[in-house]
């Protein structure tokens, strides 16, 4: 499945997805583990869990018995560089502005 800019910033619109997912950046934890420092449920954990995974926002693996979840770098690289175009695209715009600004009041 192929990670889309969309899908990784609509995943992390939610606040308590974006909650799991700053906890993930320390390393990869359970469903149990991730649930005892939220202050949501095990089953939301796992519900946002699995929209985070839909979005390829997270990975996961089997341990043992358990499934460990990880932060995907590759999918914050992805909104990170969307992120910066889209900023870079605000400043050039607003230095466009400022300058056409300049040369209106110049004029007068």
Do not use: C
């Amino acid at each position: 499945m192929e990670t889309n800019v969309s899908d990784v910033l609509g995943a992390l619109g939610d606040p308590s997805r974006r909650a799991i997912v700053e906890v993930l950046v320390t390393g990869e934890l359970s469903v149990g583990q991730l649930a005892e420092r939220m202050p949501i449920s095990r089953p939301a954990v796992s519900q946002h869990l699995k929209v985070l995974k839909q979005a390829g926002v997270v990975v996961d693996r089997a341990v043992g018995t358990q499934r460990v979840y990880a932060v995907d770098p590759a999918a914050l690289a992805l909104a990170r560089a969307y992120l910066t175009d889209f900023w870079q695209q605000a400043l050039e715009s607003f230095g466009r502005a400022a300058r056409e600004r300049s040369a209106e009041e110049g004029q007068s």
